[in-house]
């Protein structure tokens, strides 16, 4: 018996169930099928960043599984034409829930049930289906705090070793990786990245080890330090599903059995884990999450459309330090620390009030960790129209978020090589030290760092107008 299976985010052969299942019950045909999101009416299309991190990790499995088959095209036309060339009996895939992958999803396995095929997916990307989760009064959740009280009391199950052994066999149609053209060129922006980065299930899980091994300790402290190491950087190998999140949660389990010391850290790694887990659950049931305002009150906030504005912010250009650094560090590695993440973020919608659809866009094209639930929960979470969202009146200081949580200004110098030697504290707000001090340092503010943007006082109190539309919308409706 052959089966047919459909790798797409989860790019690894051990705790792989439906490569598992398909090992188990036979030989096996694994393809990858890259799509034209104008096809499959992909809304939210994978980012540059995305992609790089793609051909690599492709090329990762294809040295695990060497049968694998790369094709181009729209699977739903390619899996059915797929089984019944290679004559399969099965054809399995893991579960993906963004809402254009559910609904294609149901098609082709309607199409495959139709035809005779054995069309099955199984839950590989999530600890929990977004459907197993429910309030007392059987709806789904909305706030994260009982979601991940309810998700502490649930049984994950262990991870499913890889197959002893997989019988593959030729495939009549074949291509080439190269043909999905996700590498940049002209120019190679991504050059060096491969440097920093080790795409692919081996590179994940040594990943993964290191982190448990040196950042775990000191975890729920040190993870809002940008200068430090006590973050996972796992999030690429998770979306990319190189590791699957009931390998993280067990191994992280193991070493908070091992060492009692690590078990508050621990506690609020896996938090973070849930929080993800949030995010799809929040995906699954309110599909427009992606495009519309969770809270529609926030319909009313008076945006500003300001083209400058947003490109200095992208570029890393609005005078404020810690978010000039995030930004570049962004558009240099693919990645940004959390932390830093809620402050640009904060800084885009709050003082420069621009419309955070911007912010998810340029993020969801230059992260290597871009999903669609995450970043569109976290934008709208920033912003205060998502679920269980910060407060509208929470305005993240720049500044004095710097000074918090980059105290030496390690994390600012390495990423703004112009202020690194401007003294701390004036290295946080360059634009109110002494000239003296900017002389020593050799800073030309409006020349060698750009003048700030906006005042911060001044926006912020800006932001809380626009926000007094957002709240008499909101009485208007009750």
């Known amino acids: 018996m052959t089966t047919l299976v459909w790798f797409r985010q989860d790019l690894r052969t051990t705790d792989n169930p439906a490569l598992f299942a398909a090992a188990d019950s036979g030989s096996v045909l694994p393809v990858y099928i890259h799509e034209d999101p104008q096809q499959t009416g992909d809304t939210h299309p994978m980012g540059g960043a995305s992609k790089w991190w793609l051909h690599q990790s492709l090329t990762a499995l294809k040295q695990k599984l060497p049968g694998l088959v790369f094709l181009k095209g729209d699977a739903r036309h390619l899996i059915p034409k797929l089984a019944r060339d290679a004559e399969v009996s099965n054809v399995f895939w893991n579960r993906r829930y963004e809402p254009h992958a559910m609904e294609r999803d149901t098609e082709i396995k309607a199409v495959l049930k139709e035809e005779g095929f054995n069309g099955k997916s199984f839950k590989a990307s999530l600890l929990f289906e977004p459907w197993e989760l429910k309030t007392r009064t059987g709806g789904p959740f909305k706030v994260y705090s009982p979601f991940w009280k309810t998700a502490q009391n649930l049984e994950v199950p262990d991870a499913l070793p890889a197959p002893e052994e997989i019988r593959f066999v030729e495939c009549p149609l074949s291509g080439r990786l190269e043909d999905f053209d996700l590498l940049p060129s002209s120019p190679d922006w991504a050059a060096g990245w491969e440097d920093i980065w080790k795409p692919g299930e081996d590179g994940a899980l040594k990943r993964l080890n290191s982190f448990l091994t040196t950042g775990l300790p000191g975890y729920g402290e040190l993870r809002n330090r940008p200068d430090l190491q006590n973050v996972s950087r796992l999030s690429p190998h998770i979306h990319f599903?190189?590791?699957?999140?009931?390998?993280?949660?067990?191994?992280?389990?193991?070493?908070?059995?091992?060492?009692?010391?690590?078990?508050?850290?621990?506690?609020?790694?896996?938090?973070?884990?849930?929080?993800?887990?949030?995010?799809?659950?929040?995906?699954?049931?309110?599909?427009?999450?992606?495009?519309?305002?969770?809270?529609?009150?926030?319909?009313?906030?008076?945006?500003?459309?300001?083209?400058?504005?947003?490109?200095?912010?992208?570029?890393?250009?609005?005078?404020?330090?810690?978010?000039?650094?995030?930004?570049?560090?962004?558009?240099?590695?693919?990645?940004?620390?959390?932390?830093?993440?809620?402050?640009?973020?904060?800084?885009?919608?709050?003082?420069?009030?621009?419309?955070?659809?911007?912010?998810?866009?340029?993020?969801?094209?230059?992260?290597?960790?871009?999903?669609?639930?995450?970043?569109?929960?976290?934008?709208?979470?920033v912003t205060g129209s998502g679920a269980d969202a910060a407060p509208y009146f929470r305005i993240f200081n720049p500044i004095t978020q710097a000074r918090k949580f980059d105290p030496e200004g390690h994390y600012v110098r390495r990423w703004v090589p112009a202020l690194k030697n401007l003294e701390a504290p004036h290295l946080f707000e360059p634009f109110n030290a002494p000239q003296a001090a900017l002389e020593r340092a050799g800073v030309v503010l409006g020349k060698t760092y750009p003048l700030p943007i906006v005042d911060h006082a001044a926006a912020r109190q800006a932001a809380l107008d626009g926000y007094a539309s957002v709240k008499a919308a909101g009485q208007n409706a009750a």
């Open 241 to 381: 599903g190189e590791v699957s999140p009931r390998q993280v949660w067990h191994e992280t389990r193991k070493r908070m059995l091992s060492n009692a010391e690590t078990g508050n850290d621990g506690h609020k790694f896996l938090s973070e884990i849930a929080w993800r887990e949030f995010a799809h659950h929040l995906l699954y049931h309110f599909p427009d999450l992606p495009s519309s305002n969770w809270r529609s009150t926030f319909d009313a906030y008076p945006w500003r459309e300001e083209a400058d504005d947003l490109k200095r912010w992208q570029r890393g250009e609005t005078g404020y330090p810690i978010v000039d650094a995030g930004m570049r560090e962004l558009w240099q590695t693919g990645y940004m620390h959390n932390r830093v993440r809620m402050i640009v973020a904060s800084f885009l919608v709050k003082h420069l009030r621009i419309h955070w659809h911007h912010g998810e866009a340029w993020f969801r094209d230059t992260l290597l960790d871009a999903d669609l639930a995450n970043n569109s929960a976290s934008w709208q979470w």
